[in-house]
């Protein structure tokens, strides 16, 4: 029997919404939404069951005589321990963290190394002697000197007063990969905190204790103070709060839930929390990510075209591209040459007679577009690996030095919090994954131009009847042109903040925020090229293409059935889209490759 005491919460805009049993996940959740499952007393067997092949989507069926079991950690209890430190953390393990493949440890070294620098602030303050953000007002108000009875009281209202951000509220893993971050900052051991608040911070990514952070507020210097400010709040058990075993909640509540209580500030704890750049790197982050899965598709994808299209393999000559030795046009020929037409894997499609002697840039000039975008990502991955594992925090407390006493300790007002390195090196990602939308656009045009691929018009039978491609077509060259207007590099803005103290600033979050626009849609772009792809194959049989690119029409076979007369293509385009972003067309090439052509070392 249906059981009907199980039920979700949705939470937007500060409110609760009821959510009814027939309602279908996709239709009314987006990314980032809170959802609380709420589930009273007993019960239940669940089993899926499909319904018509229509509308393709399933029913969760929930039956008698089996208890639910308790909420489950977020983190399974078989994942990986990674030492923090703040000197060695990897995209790949940012990656993890977020998704809740790993949890957190501290070393004794490293809990060593934060009672040292914590021994100078507590001297400072023990002595009276002033300094920034210890005993201090912020920004402007830097000239006031603090009252030591105060300190405590300071240290809390820089936490409120910068809780200033809105709209939507960052996703679980991307709010999981900030916490992450900022741990891994404060471990570096250079802020002056209280030892006991990593620990703590610590405990609370373990127990997946994660503060709502609206997505908007940051200008990127000095550091993300208020998205950092939201995660703080959480830490004082106020604003809400998400946890697996509670859901959305207040943050009080979502602490004793998870038997923990707030954390009481101490001096410069505060301040500590929201220097910093960590909104615009755990955000980028994923950018970042989904971007290299973005050109690994590309390269499968123009393999593919390049047989429909009777294109040419001698522009990706390996004599060709050593005489332009940039590494990353070396390194796209070179995957093209493994999945194009070869010795090894040969094409009965490659090899029927062909029309044209020479090929569009679009397939001809691949390797001097996407490579540069390879080494673009390859640039970006350096400036945030460094990035994440530097000391982001204002003022920076620098030990006394050997043989001397704690008196010669330094603590130093500068600039490392502004954001301009991920910031610029974000825009430049924008600007370079776009052009891969660029390119795939204009081969889908040529795929549904029968001018071009000599194949039916919009690459379906009866065409008049059925329209075909023509309005997928329309979709990749919408999300390309919208991609356009979010080319412009928002590190080139800037704008005067904290009465003319902090003068120039990065815009470091909305680089952040529309490079990951931008690599969303572009997934959309390729899902739409790549099932195209697929159903030109359908006109090119019974001729094959090579078999690490008959194995990735088979993937997508596996999910989306060939057109014989015009249906919904949305459904298609979002399965597709989601084997891209689980880099599941890469992994299905992968193992005809001895290696990795585009990132194991030549």
Known sequence: MEYNQCYFKKFHRDEFYIMKSSDIIKDVLSDGDMVEIVVRKTASKRKETRSSSESNETECVIAEDEELPEPASFVDNDTSIIDVNGYDLTLDSLIRLGKGEAQLSLSEETVRKLHETRSIVENIVEKGYVRYGINTGFGLLSKVVVESEKLVELQYNIVRSHCAGIGEPLAVDTTRRILALRINVLAKAFSGCNPGLVEYMVEMFNKSCLPLIPAQGTVGASGDLAPLAHLAQGMIGEGKMWSPKTGLGDAL????????????????????????????????????QRAKQCLRTTIVINAIVLDILEGHTSAYDERVHAIRPHAGQQRVAAALRALCNNTKYPSEIYQQEKHDVQDPYTIRCVPQVVGITLDTLNFVEGIFTTEMNSATDNPLVFGAGEGQDIEHADIISAGNFHGEYPAKALDFLTIAVHEIGNMSERRLERLCNPTCSNLPAFLVDSPGLNSGFMIPHCTSAALVSENKTLCFPSSADTQSTSAGKEDHVSMGGWSARKALTVVKNLENVLAIELIAACQALEFKRPLRTTEPLEAVYRLVRSKVEPYVKDRAFTPDIEVVQEMIEKNLIWDTVAQYLESDPLWDEF
Do not use: H, R, W
């Not at 004793?256 to 910093?276: Q, R």
């Not at 790197?281 to 950018?287: L, Y």
């Open 253 to 288: 509540e979502v602490l004793a839930a998870n038997d923990m209580v707030p954390y009481k500030l101490t001096p410069k704890d505060g301040l500590s929390l929201i220097n910093g750049t960590q909104f615009i790197c755990g955000v980028g982050a994923e950018a970042l």
